[in-house]
């Protein structure tokens, strides 16, 4: 749970007081609660579904929640192969969902195209969006889905959502040389404890 | 009396060649210009009803470039015939049978598609499984086999992203 802890001493639970920094307690309340768009485009969508049932249950994690509106998510995995037809209704859907949000790229096919080289298929979605997490396998077993639901509880664990209401939100930037978004934190974000940056998509795990 | 045999007699005044086929399908080539003549007399005189597909094939760097294929289905008969004609590569455009087989519809949206033939009296032509706005035509021989990326998609996206606040008119509408 990090540094959210009770009070040390008796007496400050006696007398209902608990301190900590509004970061750790907002980045609390985010991670334990992540409502997951679930964009199942394929078989991925299966492994996604017996990831929300009740043998795997990512509700263990805060993360059951499935809307089907992207409106009331945070949580965009993109389970399965995106074609470019299917593409601009995937961008739309992101844009539709509120900050603060994350994308997980759900097995080979939305991590890289995987095995479909093709005219047909956006070759990774991070062309067209800013992915946070890639889950590798074909499809991915759900608890390498549920580790990855876990990495990001810790990277959102390091977020400072109050520097972001400062700084606007960290969405990632599009690079025109290799035509990806890179989901580069905030600049005023640091991406270990210690506050030392690491290179773009590089996290402290 | 063979399928071509009865073809043949409903359509005295049209010349049909047959053509062999690997899977022995009776196969009939016709000018482009026969091709509704011919169609409309296999529905109303000869008994098949229900169109399989319409595609076609690209024999670049030949001309004519493009040959099409329909393909027809008699239940009464139990038979199956098959229609191709040559369309040169130059704005290629054939007639639609929407109008005798509704259903062929979505095929000839499919080879609109993919080809670029435009089917004259096609009510609803456009792109099938590709973005509308994709420049390029997958299935033609001189399309890369790597293919092409509709790269101005997801640049007009960046663009529009990065123009607009989080929470746009746009996207809350």
């Known amino acids: 749970m990090g540094p959210l802890k009770p009070a040390e001493s008796h007496t400050d639970i006696e007398s209902g007081f608990m301190a900590t920094r509004v970061d750790e307690l907002i980045n609390w309340g985010r991670k334990n609660s992540l409502w997951p768009m679930p964009l199942g485009l394929s078989c991925c969508g299966i492994e996604l579904m017996a990831m929300i049932g009740p043998k795997f249950d990512i509700s ?146 | 009396m063979t399928t071509i045999e009865r073809i043949q007699a409903a359509l005295p005044s049209v010349a049909l060649e047959t053509k062999s086929a690997a899977d022995g399908t009776p196969t009939i080539s016709v000018a482009l210009s026969d091709v509704r003549n011919v169609i409309v007399a296999l529905r109303d005189r000869c008994g098949f009803e229900s169109n399989t597909f319409v595609t076609a094939v690209d024999r670049w760097p030949h001309e004519p470039r493009f040959e099409m294929s329909w393909q027809f289905i008699s239940f009464t008969h139990n038979e199956r015939v098959r229609i191709h004609a040559r369309v040169g590569g130059d704005n290629p455009s054939v007639p639609s049978i929407v109008d005798l087989f509704p259903g062929a519809g979505y095929s000839e949206r499919e080879c609109y598609d993919m080809f670029g033939i435009a089917f004259e009296g096609h009510t609803g032509l456009k792109r099938l499984l590709m973005p509308e706005d994709y420049d390029h035509f997958p299935l033609r021989k001189d399309f890369p086999h790597q293919g092409i990326e509709p790269d101005r998609l997801y640049r007009e996206w960046d663009r529009r992203r990065r123009e607009r606040s989080p929470i746009s008119e746009e996207s809350a509408s």
């Open chain 1, 60 to 205: 263990r994690f805060g993360a059951e929640a499935a809307r089907f509106s992207p409106r009331q998510c945070d949580l965009m995995i993109v389970a399965g192969t995106l074609v470019w037809k299917m593409a601009e209704a995937c961008r739309t859907i992101y844009d539709q969902m509120p900050d603060p949000k994350w994308v997980i790229a759900m097995g080979v096919c939305s991590s890289s195209g995987g095995m479909y080289d093709s005219y047909a298929v956006v070759q990774g979605v991070d062309m067209i969006l800013p992915v946070d997490i890639y889950v590798p396998g074909c499809p991915p077993r759900p608890d390498v889905v549920i580790d990855a639901i876990i990495k990001l509880q810790r990277k959102i664990e390091r977020e400072r959502p109050l520097k972001l209401l400062q700084s606007g939100p960290a969405i990632g930037e599009y690079d025109e040389g290799t035509k990806r978004f890179v989901r580069t934190p905030n600049q005023a974000v640091p991406t270990t404890r210690s506050g030392e940056t690491l290179a773009p998509g590089v996290y402290e795990h």
